[in-house]
């Protein structure tokens, strides 16, 4: 399904569905926490449409944003589920001893 057509499905279920991130700045957000991205997915969990939700996001390759349980990002849909905090410390300096 090419974007356009999966937009169009997505928007007739809108008119009929107002899903539970309706109105959520923090769906669209630029940046948001691991915190936030748990709330995100724990929201979509009881979404009735997430599945167009994916096919649209998967068709338009959104470069920022929350659909349908991912975190969608420059490089693509990033997996779900729990991360771990970024500590700053990359994994090179966590091999040098002190």
């Not at 939700?53 to 944003?65: E, H």
């Not at 990033?78 to 040098?96: C, E, H, I, L, Y």
Request: aromatic letters at 8%.
């Amino acid at each position: 399904m090419n974007a356009e057509d999966a937009w169009e499905t997505l928007n007739a279920a809108l008119d009929e569905y107002s899903p539970p991130c309706q109105d959520r700045a923090l769906f669209t957000a630029d940046s948001i926490t691991v915190r936030e991205q748990a709330l995100c997915e724990s929201i979509c969990g009881r979404c009735q449409i997430t599945n167009l939700c994916d096919a649209y996001a998967t068709a338009s390759k959104p470069n920022t944003g929350f659909w349908a349980g991912h975190r969608w990002t420059q490089q693509g849909k990033q997996p779900s589920g729990p991360r771990k905090p970024n500590t700053g410390r990359r994994k090179q300096d966590a091999a040098v001893p002190p």
